[in-house]
């Protein structure tokens, strides 16, 4: 798990953004349809009504490192 990020990077909602400036945020799918959830959580979330944990085999959202 990402200790920064908290419970987003094991969450099923959380998705990794990264701005054209290379900074790295964390984006709650739940914040598009669920005001109670702010669409870029204050991190680490430690607790969260909407943590669902992420299967092992879904794809960790976590960008791809750049091609070369
Ligand atoms: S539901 Fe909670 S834990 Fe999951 S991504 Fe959104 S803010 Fe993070």
Do not use: N, Q
């Not at 990020?5 to 349809?33: D, E, N, P, Q, Y």
């Not at 969260?48 to 960008?63: I, N």
Request: net charge positive.
């Amino acid at each position: 798990m990402d200790a920064a990020a908290g419970l987003c990077a094991g969450c099923r909602h959380g998705r990794v953004i990264v701005s054209a400036r290379g900074s790295t945020f964390w984006l709650c799918a739940l914040g598009a349809s669920d005001p109670r959830f702010p669409k870029y959580p204050r991190l680490p979330v430690v607790r969260c009504a909407g943590f669902t944990r992420r299967d092992d085999d879904e794809d960790d959202h976590r960008p791809s490192p750049p091609s070369r």
